[in-house]
């Protein structure tokens, strides 16, 4: 069972903008961390948690090689706008919504959030 999963970022408030932003499109609430902390936390729908923030080391936060996140969506709508809500929120695109040939035909989307970290959402997964 996932506990929890955390990014680095070099720069929150630009996080914070991305995240609270395509967060809300899957039902989660924005991060209520006061600024002065140096963390975003979002709980997500099962229990996990998200956590964005500076790297623990000091260094520079960078992107995992080959590393990418994925959430589930209750719907092709909801991929959709969540693609659209994190390109209008700093957020690149590295797959539109559609059906992925690689995920059997689920509907899915994948960004880079601004720090380089990649997401991705699908509807109709079934990774068993």
């Not at 499109?25 to 956590?51: D, H, K």
């Not at 706008?81 to 700093?90: F, K, R, S």
């Not at 059997?104 to 960004?111: E, H, K, R, T």
Request: include cysteine; charge should be negative.
């Amino acid at each position: 069972m996932l506990i929890g999963l955390r990014f680095g970022s070099n720069d929150l408030e630009k996080s914070r903008a991305f995240y609270d932003a395509t967060f809300a499109t899957l039902g989660v609430a924005p991060s209520n961390v006061p600024a002065e902390y140096a963390i975003l936390l979002y709980n997500l729908p099962g229990g996990g948690r998200f956590m964005c923030g500076p790297a623990r080391d000091g260094a520079p936060a960078t992107p995992a090689n080959g590393g990418t996140a994925v959430l589930e969506a209750p719907s092709k709508d909801v991929v959709s706008a969540w693609h659209a809500a994190g390109l209008a929120n700093g957020g690149v695109s590295e797959g539109e919504p559609e059906p992925k040939p690689q995920a059997n035909g689920a509907f899915g989307a994948y960004l880079r959030d601004p720090d380089g970290n990649k997401l991705g959402v699908y509807h109709g997964l079934d990774l068993g």
